[in-house]
């Protein structure tokens, strides 16, 4: 159970004056539930491969499929949910209800089925429900990228794809959707986050795409992504590196505050455990 992309190539406005190559022989797989994130410089080709990964654009050569089957194709099409970059593409509902009900009810959920199913995927989009009366074109970019990652997620993909799914959101929704990420992959679901800011993300993170002019330029681990590329570690890993260069023992390997947090307790023993002695 996979998405396994072979040798995939796409190019815009294929043989006029504007042709532009995107996507140029691109292979690689996402195994089932594996957090992928992808990086690269702006114009490298992420939302145009985003896009190739659940079937919204179909190769133009090579191949991308899902579970063995094309994507896009009838068996597959709701196994991969997209959350576009630009949010507004994605809304349509007169209500944000209508918006979030809409696949669901496509797969024939009525009644007070549908509302939980609506309810459920505001919930874990981190919004409230009194939002589902209102129309999504009246709320702020953050909330309308939250309200298309609730239409998205209603849809309960095995695979979720996010192309820049963090980007104006304020810091507490940011938080909110890093911990719902983190609950769907526990969960199982497969991800791939598309992200020009990576170090939020490293401490979910088993593989690292990074693409330059539409091709692979690293594929890899995050600690080998760390030792290969001219990266600015993250902050909490240059101190824990400065740690144990002050003859601290703990591990480098960290990613986040939280991880941070478990290693010096693991070092220094707990608060209460100090207390009790
Ligand atoms: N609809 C389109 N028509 C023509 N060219 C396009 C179209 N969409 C993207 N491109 C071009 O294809 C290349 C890849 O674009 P793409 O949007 O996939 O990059 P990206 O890595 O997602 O960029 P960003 O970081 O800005 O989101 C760019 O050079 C872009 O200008
Ligand atoms: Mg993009």
Not at 147 to 158: I, N, Q
Not at 241 to 256: F, P, R
């Amino acid at each position: 159970m996979s998405i396994e992309v072979k040798n995939l190539s796409f190019c815009y406005n294929r043989g006029t004056s504007l042709e532009k190559h995107a996507i140029d022989n691109i292979s690689f797989s996402i195994g089932k539930g594996e957090f992928v994130l992808i990086g690269g410089e702006v114009g490298s080709g992420k939302s145009t491969l985003a896009r190739h990964l659940n079937g919204l654009l179909r190769p133009q050569s090579g191949s991308v499929t899902i579970d063995g089957k094309a994507a896009g194709s009838r068996k597959v099409r709701s196994k991969a949910g997209l959350l576009m970059q630009y949010p507004q593409k994605q809304l349509f509902g007169r209500t944000v209800y209508e918006d979030v009900a809409f696949a669901p009810s496509n797969f024939g959920f009525k009644g007070k089925e549908l509302d939980e199913h609506v309810m459920y995927a505001l919930g874990l989009a981190g919004l409230d429900g009194s939002v589902a009366s209102l129309s999504p074109f009246s709320l702020s970019g953050g909330q309308m990228r939250l309200v298309a990652l609730a239409g998205v997620l209603s849809m309960k993909p095995d695979y979720l794809i996010l192309d820049e799914p963090a980007s104006g959101l304020d810091p507490d929704n940011r938080v909110l959707l890093i911990g719902t990420l983190e609950k769907l992959h526990r969960s199982g679901i497969s991800i791939v986050v598309i992200s020009h800011q990576l170090s939020e993300l490293l401490s979910l993170a088993e593989k690292i795409i990074i693409l330059k002019s539409g091709r692979i330029e690293f594929v890899g681990s995050v600690p080998e992504y760390l030792r290969s590329a001219p990266f600015t570690l993250p902050e909490i890993t240059s101190l824990m590196k400065e740690l144990n260069l002050a003859g601290i023992n703990v591990g480098d390997d960290i990613y986040s505050v939280d991880d941070a947090f478990s290693e010096i307790i693991r070092f220094f023993g707990s608060p209460e455990a100090r207390l009790d002695e």
